[in-house]
T-cell receptor, first 116, second 115 residues
Framework: AQKVTQAQTEISVVEKEDVTLDCVYE???????LFWYKQPPSGELVFLIR??????QNEISGRYSWNFQKSTSSFNFTITASQVVDSAVYFC?????????????FGAGTRLFVKA | DVKVTQSSRYLVKRTGEKVFLECVQD?????MFWYRQDPGLGLRLIYF???????EKGDIPEGYSVSREKKERFSLILESASTNQTSMYLC??????????????FGPGTRLTVL
């Protein structure tokens, strides 16, 4: 069965600290996609990144970076030099061919507080 | 600017009432989804639709039904609201059909309280 685990329920950091959000996934499929979404206080989830199972290259986008490791089934998200605007709930998600691509499995989310 | 809109941000209903949550997208997406979000549980899929008049059950369809009469509109119906349906409801849409790699576009959510 597919599963996404975000073990960190809440994280609190001070502005300019680096923070890593953990994501561990389970799937029996060899073809799958992983996503990160951000949910700011306004409520609307915003897509951040997608990664397919055949591409283990890490990605950097400004202060955001993602580390995908198939060996540990992890897709971790790091924010460098955090800012107050990064305060949000972050969701990791998985979709695979077992669900026909229609069902995306979301983790429970990690709430990040960045204090000024 | 692509958009998914939901009819209400906040809604308060009484037990036993019939509740309609409306979602409209302007991106001509084939796929639409209804989730509920509860603390510690993340997002759980209630129903999805991959075409007009087509619908499929998600992981927690009990107590809910849906309607998709037009491509841009996907409605979630609580036939007889109960207190355990108090939650945040999120609508999403996604382009194309059956592909794994497309992200979903979300509405702002409706926070429903059932008294």
């Amino acid at each position: 069965a597919q599963k996404v685990t975000q073990a960190q329920t809440e994280i609190s950091v001070v502005e300019k600290e680096d923070v890593t959000l953990d994501c561990v996934y389970e799937t029996r499929d060899t073809t799958y996609y992983l996503f990160w979404y951000k949910q700011p206080p306004s409520g609307e989830l915003v897509f951040l990144i997608r990664r397919n199972s055949f591409d283990e290259q890490n990605e950097i986008s400004g202060r955001y970076s993602w580390n995908f490791q198939k060996s540990t089934s992890s897709f971790n998200f790091t924010i460098t030099a955090s800012q107050v605007v990064d305060s949000a709930v972050y969701f990791c998600a998985l979709s695979d061919s077992n669900t026909g691509g229609f069902k995306t499995i979301f983790g429970a989310g990690t709430r990040l507080f960045v204090k000024a | 600017d692509v958009k998914v809109t939901q009819s209400s941000r906040y809604l308060v209903k009484r037990t036993g009432e019939k509740v309609f949550l409306e979602c409209v997208q302007d991106m001509d997406h084939e796929n639409m989804f209804w989730y509920r979000q509860d603390p510690g549980l993340g997002l759980r899929l209630i129903y999805f639709s991959y075409d007009v008049k087509m619908k499929e059950k998600g992981d927690i369809p009990e107590g809910y039904s849906v309607s998709r009469e037009k491509k841009e509109r996907f409605s979630l119906i609580l036939e007889s609201a109960s207190t355990n349906q108090t939650s945040m409801y999120l609508c999403a849409s996604r382009p194309d059909g059956g592909e794994l790699d497309n992200e979903q576009f979300f509405g702002p959510g409706t926070r429903l309280t059932v008294l």
